[in-house]
């Protein structure tokens, strides 16, 4: 899909989301070079959040699914919150604070820009997008369900403005 809207130059990003520290990090160079080699423009990565229950099945889940590593990943996600197992606080709970969250953040950009890929922060994620192509729907009576009239483009609004 990537590839697909990536050659019909529609601009993509990738979210490599989420990012298990201790389990699923390891994975972050090939999902960038996979994302790269299909054309993306930007990624960007989060890692797990783990809030209120969904803490507690992940728990459940990882003593499951992986034994082995369960204890080493808890602790690996509490070295990436502050000790806890989820750190809601804005600035910090996507990326983590710590070395192992650190660690993570510096594999990211690595890879990112060797494969290519613009770094997507809060301010610079946006591509400029242009509503030129967009055309307002025309279907007969609709607004008439909230008390509007049918308004096509170039009459004027009850309140005088054009459409």
């Known amino acids: 899909t ?3 809207l990536a050659s019909a130059g529609v601009p993509t990003m ?3 989301s989420p990012i298990i520290p201790g ?3 390891e994975e972050l160079p090939a999902i960038l070079k996979a994302a790269g080699d299909a054309g993306a423009q930007v990624a960007n990565y989060e890692l797990v959040r783990l809030p209120h229950a969904v803490k507690d099945l992940f728990t459940d889940w990882l003593a499951d699914h992986f034994p082995d590593r369960a204890k080493k990943v808890l602790n690996r996600i509490r070295n990436c919150s502050d000790g806890k197992l989820y750190d809601a606080r804005f ?3 996507l990326h983590g604070t710590g070395t192992y969250a650190e ?3 510096h594999t990211f950009h ?3 820009r060797r494969f290519g ?3 997507c922060k809060s301010d610079n994620c946006t591509h400029a997008l242009s509503n030129t192509a967009f055309r307002r729907p025309v279907v007969d009576n609709q607004l008439a369900l909230f008390g509007q009239a049918v308004i096509n ?4 609004t009850s309140g005088g403005n054009k459409v």
Not at 153 to 156: A, H, R, T
């Open 117 to 119: 890929l613009a770094i």
């Open 2 to 4: 990537i590839r697909r």
């Open 153 to 156: 483009k170039g009459e004027q």
């Open 23 to 25: 389990l699923t990090d």
């Open 103 to 105: 660690q993570i953040g």
């Open 91 to 93: 600035h910090h709970r």
């Open 14 to 16: 990738v979210l490599a």
């Open 110 to 112: 690595a890879f990112a």
